[in-house]
């Protein structure tokens, strides 16, 4: 029986305090430079949402978010943050959805990373959520503002997504910030803007 990601959740961040404590106790009760180590490299990883051949979509056609997903590179509940939700599907129908552009460009740099089993040659689609209309549209056709003073879900700066170059610019025009195509947008930029970069998988 396949338990629900919230209950794995649980499971793994259970056996991770417990191993935790367990290598503290064998270090005769001090927490070492060991157990920081294995506390750190133990993540609660979001699996793929399987592809349901009952909801009549395409297999490779965006979806909705269902309310227990999480992203797979930051934790979050993308449904909590429609309009600035993304989502990658791979060949097989599985997806995974972010709470965030940026997390999904940090996930498509790093798929083996954040998805065991599954490379960057398996993503067969990926979408982020048009910022003007709430409408899915495909990330690679998409234009990104940075810089905006827009805030993302984690409050801080994000990268609003648009299908249409004329919607950016007149956002960009009142909320600041620069027009860039999805191959502008660089690591460097990604460096700047993800707020996971300390966060080992």
């Known amino acids: 029986m396949r338990l629900p990601a919230k209950a794995v959740s649980l499971v ?3 056996t991770t305090v417990a191993a935790t404590g367990l290598i503290a106790v064998i270090h005769g009760g001090q927490a070492t430079s060991e157990t ?3 506390s750190s490299e133990l993540c609660i990883v979001a699996p793929p949402t399987p592809y349901d051949a009952r909801s009549g979509l395409p297999m490779h056609a965006p979806r909705s978010i269902p309310a227990d997903a999480r992203c797979p590179v930051c934790g ?16 097989d129908g599985a997806a995974h959805f972010f709470d965030s552009p ?5 996930f498509i740099s790093k798929v083996e990373r954040f998805s065991k089993g599954y490379s960057a ?11 003007g209309s709430g409408q899915w549209t ?3 056709r998409a234009v990104f503002v940075h810089g905006s003073n827009a805030m993302g879900p984690m409050r801080d ?4 997504a648009f299908a249409d170059r004329q919607a950016a610019e007149a956002f960009a025009k009142n909320r600041g910030g620069k027009v860039l195509s999805f191959q502008q947008i660089t690591p460097e930029i990604l460096r ?10």
């Not at 509940?77 to 791979?90: G, H, K």
């Not at 993503?123 to 910022?131: E, I, K, L, M, R």
């Open 12 to 14: 793994v961040a259970a």
């Open 36 to 38: 920081a180590a294995v």
């Open 76 to 91: 979050m509940y993308p449904a909590r943050s429609p309009r600035w939700a993304a989502q990658l599907v791979f060949n």
């Open 102 to 106: 940026i997390n999904l460009f940090v």
């Open 121 to 131: 040659s398996d993503v067969a689609a990926s979408y982020v959520t048009d910022f």
């Open 138 to 140: 495909e990330a690679r």
């Open 157 to 160: 700066g994000d990268l609003p």
């Open 192 to 201: 700047q803007l993800d707020r996971n970069v300390h966060h080992h998988h």
